[in-house]
């Protein structure tokens, strides 16, 4: 009698689980299926029509897919993606290990020097891309600070003008991205080294290793999850790169399409030339290329990290 | 729960807000919402006080102004989702891009139904609207380009008159770099250099929208441009640390420039010094005398909720009286024949009148041929020591690449 | 040696801002000066970005401030929710959901940019009207990223805690609001703080679906300034100062938050 009671009792805590588990689920799960599930078939289908402003004209398969990856100018934009991403996430991401080390050590005014490197990372994009192209205007302050330091502008191969020189632009904005973004993967790691027992550490020193060696062979191999997190999301950041790109380059990326972005292409072909099926298939190969990224970074880093298990 | 219902009571203050005030207009008003771009903030307080006589005309309508930073791709933006302004301008180059795309409101039944007279529009600031029997917008104005002095860095050179010729040109710009000053900021744009092509016998595109570009003369034209660059006698406002070329002649960054009408109220407002040091005069000659003119129009969407008023505005805004008003303050002269050019704007005129002076091309692709030019041609200065005409065959080049095929 | 290299890069990376400061406030002509002190300071620049530009600086503001507002709220709810239900309530499919919702963190904006942008011109949402500030909530209403990091907090809150509640007979939703929510609130915290941060500074969405002047946003503004003023850089400077102020104090006053929650959870998990 007794125990059929408790039965019960657990059967309709079991139910009502479900009950409130489906309950809390399904405004979000509704939002995700509409919002990011729906919406990502949608653009699949639309990516397969001729679809212009006044709507879809024709379906043309796989004609859109075929005409971006013939256009040289997104190919470049391909090609300028991949190359600020692979620059910028290992510059971004050694530079922010780099700093939470700096102000991991119990040094005096450690909090002071962490709120200031995390600075950069909490002003808007518009804010302070538009800052920097005025401290490296020809005539702006980076310049100035080379002048000082005895480097003639005018002489440089390209006079100074690094956002309007297509050979420094890229760079130039990769400098800066890497610079705001530090930022944000030093705390990061900061979050992980906290977490990393220092006992590891004092024994391999007291074992005789050097500091170089515990680096090396004992704090990079714990700070894998952190890794992980850092390259993965600086990876997927890095490749929607756009609010920089426009604000320097204009909607054409000038000079010569070096700052023509994937995203960039995209707007362009929506808001310019209003080829909405077009941006839709350049859209779906962005996801492919994000996609396959993030699934090699899992295998690299094992699957471990992924559900964020030390 | 408790932060649901503050969202939504935050969300229902919001649209409280934000109806409260267009629920205030009288009954009768009719708003009209016009969407335009604008160079300076003093060419906006023209058309504002131009939308004001409208107004005063007009009881029954009012007009909301929105200035886009980025017009083009903000009206595509209100095309998709069939909201466009009642009336906003449209740019020569891609009009036809509009129209291909069937968002335009053919305007002939109502200039029929008005009774307005065409005849009084230049042909050619009329024909990038026309499309066969149909027109998609009302010349607003014209504008050539022209070149622009700065007397006080000339005297500094010991220069009097502008340059006349490219020759004239060519020795003004040694005298005045000998004095380590720019003598001409020039954006390496096809609509700056375009009028050198010109100048030099040659142009932009035939009658039937074919390239002209390759032409020995078009290409004459941009090897004498490019040279320029490479002697340092022409800069773009790039390279001035100038976000366009009217900047760098206001901070007395170079002696010439050459821009249109749009360039007075400008230097107005920020740089009234050199304003007032400022002399104007047709472009310099080489084969004969040539410029580029542009011209934008008013025109209505097809899913314009207020075509009627729409119209009303444009008829004003376009006929005798409505561009009297605007171009009275110097921002561009008229597009009409019947409205006389204002004082101070003579050249302007004159250079608009001169047969060799051609309006941009205008057919669907013809963005992306600017776009493939420029992007060319800045990159092929950047670097000190170009070859000027390896550097004109290859933007002449990518540009044909880009001329849209058949 | 350290200590220099710590000051070096502060220098780097706080000096550009109070040169934006300092640029603000000079006259147009000292601009390009190097001079960190304006000789002739003034306020024209504010001025300008609080008069009768259109549209000026308090309409930016009051704009971004209610967007983001209302996205932090939507963000905290759902993530709350879901969070919990995938951490400790189990029920068929639970699994498979959250894989499901692991893969939206992949879906990348500019997908949806053109989906997106149809289904809100279906819905009648991309206007001039007020119902325009429907479009950018529903872009903006769901965050995958914030529902795995709420999970994951509420994975690391110990099981006793709840256990002790049960036995006292309360039910899932009891244990939701009186146990786990008030555990969780700085994690709670640091999702506000970072998705107001981040609805802030977005520019991407604005400039897309806002269709009013009277509905962009600060950074939208500070596009727009850039095309209408060119580089008169003073007045462009006094918008960028004024609209990292406030994300400035918020993250002065949550910045423990952030340090401390947020990423160990998050990492760690």
């Given amino acids: ?223 894998k999850p952190a890794h992980f997190f850092v390259v993965t999301t600086g990876m997927i950041g890095a490749l929607q790169l756009y609010d920089q790109a426009i604000l320097a380059g204009g909607a054409d990326g000038s000079p010569d399409y070096s700052l023509m972005t994937m995203v960039l292409y995209i707007y362009n072909a929506c808001f310019r030339k209003f080829e909405f099926g077009y941006a839709s298939a350049i859209g779906v190969i962005l996801f492919v290329i994000i996609f396959s990224l993030t699934i090699l970074q899992k295998f690299i880093f094992g699957s471990s990290a992924w559900r964020g298990e030390n | 729960m408790k932060k649901i219902s503050i969202g939504a009571g935050l969300l229902a203050l919001a649209l409280a807000i934000s109806v409260a005030p267009s629920s205030v207009a009288a009954d009768a008003v009719t708003t009209i919402s016009v969407s335009t771009w604008g160079s300076s903030p003093s060419e906006t307080s023209a058309l504002k006080d131009a939308v004001a006589t409208f107004e005063s005309r007009n009881p029954t309508i009012k007009v909301n102004l929105i200035v886009d930073n980025d017009h083009g791709a903000q009206m595509a933006a209100r095309f998709a989702s069939k909201t466009p302004n009642d009336v906003f301008y449209l740019d020569a180059g891609i009009a036809q891009d509009w129209a291909a795309q069937g968002v335009l409101l053919d305007l002939m039944p109502a200039i029929t139904a008005a009774k307005f007279n065409l005849t009084k529009f230049n042909a050619s600031y009329l024909k990038p609207f026309q499309s066969g029997t149909k027109l998609f917008g009302l010349p607003k104005d014209a504008n050539p380009l022209v070149l622009e002095g700065n007397t006080t860095l000339m005297a500094a050179a010991g220069i009097k008159t502008l340059p006349k010729t490219t020759a004239e040109f060519a020795a003004h710009a040694k005298k005045l770099m000998a004095q380590n000053i720019t003598p001409m900021c020039v954006d390496a744009d096809i609509n700056r250099l375009g009028a050198y092509f010109v100048a030099f016998g040659g142009g932009l595109a035939s009658s039937t929208n074919k390239s002209l570009l390759s032409s020995a003369t078009s290409k004459a034209g941009l090897e004498w441009a490019m040279s320029n660059y490479k002697s340092g006698a022409f800069k773009t406002p790039a390279q001035l640390s100038a976000g366009w070329a009217g900047e760098a002649f206001g901070k007395a960054k170079c002696a010439y420039t050459m821009e249109g009408a749009w360039l007075d109220p400008y230097l107005k407002d920020s740089f009234p010094d050199v304003y007032d040091a400022m002399i104007k005069g047709p472009l310099p000659k080489a084969k004969q005398a040539g410029s580029l003119a542009f011209t934008a129009a008013y025109a209505i969407g097809k899913d314009s909720p207020n075509p009627k008023e729409a119209w009303t505005f444009i008829e004003y805004m376009t006929g005798a009286r409505g561009m009297t008003v605007w171009t009275s303050y110097g921002v561009a002269i008229p597009s009409r024949s019947d409205v006389s050019i204002p004082l101070g704007y003579e050249v302007n005129g004159v250079v608009a009148k001169l047969a060799t002076t051609i309006t941009t091309p205008a057919f669907k692709g013809w963005g992306d041929v600017v776009g493939a030019f420029n992007n060319e041609a800045k990159k092929q200065i950047q670097d000190k020591n170009f070859n000027a005409k390896k550097a004109a065959a290859a933007i002449i080049a990518a540009a044909e690449a880009a001329w849209p095929k058949g | 040696m350290f200590y220099s290299m710590l000051i070096f890069y502060s220098v780097i990376t706080v000096v550009p801002f109070i040169w934006s400061v300092s640029t603000s406030i000079k006259p147009s002509d000292e601009v390009y000066q190097s001079n960190l002190i304006p000789e002739n300071p003034t306020v024209k620049a504010y001025a300008t970005v609080f008069g009768k530009i259109q549209p000026n600086f308090q309409t930016l503001f009051a704009n971004s401030l209610f967007i983001a507002c209302v996205v932090v709220v939507l963000h905290l709810i759902f993530a709350a929710l879901a969070g919990y239900a995938f951490a400790r309530l189990r029920f068929p499919g639970r699994d498979a959901l959250f894989f499901v919702v692991l893969g939206c963190m992949m879906v990348p904006d500019q997908l949806r940019l053109v989906p997106m942008y149809q289904l809100l011109v279906k819905m009648e949402l991309i206007n001039t009207g007020p119902t325009n500030y429907l479009a950018i909530f529903l872009v903006k209403a769901i965050s995958a990223a914030d529902v795995f990091l709420m999970r994951q907090y509420f994975l690391t809150i110990p099981r006793e805690l709840e256990d002790a509640a049960k036995i006292d007979g309360a039910g899932p939703f009891q244990l939701f609001s009186k146990i786990m929510l008030p555990n969780a609130a700085p994690v709670l915290a640091t999702i506000a703080i970072m998705t107001f941060q981040g609805t802030w500074n977005d520019l991407f969405w604005p400039s897309i679906v806002l269709q009013s002047p009277n509905h962009w946003t600060l950074p939208f503004g500070i596009l727009q300034f850039k095309g209408q003023f060119s580089t008169d850089w003073p007045p462009i400077m006094a918008l960028v100062v004024l609209s990292t102020i406030p994300i400035l104090a918020l993250y002065t006053f949550g910045q423990r938050y952030i340090i401390n929650v947020q990423l160990s959870s998050s990492v760690k998990g």
């Fill in chain 1, 1 to 223: 009698m007794q125990s059929s009671k408790k039965h019960s009792y657990r059967l309709s805590r079991k139910k009502s689980e479900i009950l409130v588990g489906y309950g809390f689920i399904s405004i979000p799960m509704a939002l995700f299926l509409f919002l990011s599930v729906g919406i990502f078939f949608y653009a699949i289908y639309i990516s397969t029509y001729d679809w212009g402003l006044i709507g879809p004209t024709e379906n043309v398969g796989l004609d859109n897919y075929r005409r971006a990856l013939s256009d040289p100018i997104f190919l470049k934009a391909i090609r300028n993606s991949l190359k600020y991403a692979l620059l910028v996430v290992p510059i971004q991401s050694a530079l922010g290990l780099f700093l939470a080390l700096l102000v991991n050590s119990k040094i005096k005014g450690s909090k002071f020097f962490r709120s200031a490197f995390y600075f950069p990372s909490i002003a808007s994009s518009a804010a302070i891309t538009t800052l920097f192209i005025f401290l490296m205007a020809p005539d702006g302050v980076f310049n100035g600070m080379l002048k000082f330091f005895g480097v003639d502008v005018s002489n440089l191969f390209n006079q100074g003008a690094w956002l309007s020189d297509s050979r420094t632009a890229l760079y130039s904005i990769i400098g800066l991205n890497a610079w705001t973004t530090s930022g944000t993967m030093m705390l990061f790691y900061l979050a992980n080294l906290q977490t990393v027992d220092s006992q590891y550490r004092e024994a391999a020193i007291t074992d005789g290793a050097s500091r170089r060696q515990v680096f090396w062979y004992i704090t990079m191999p714990l700070l």
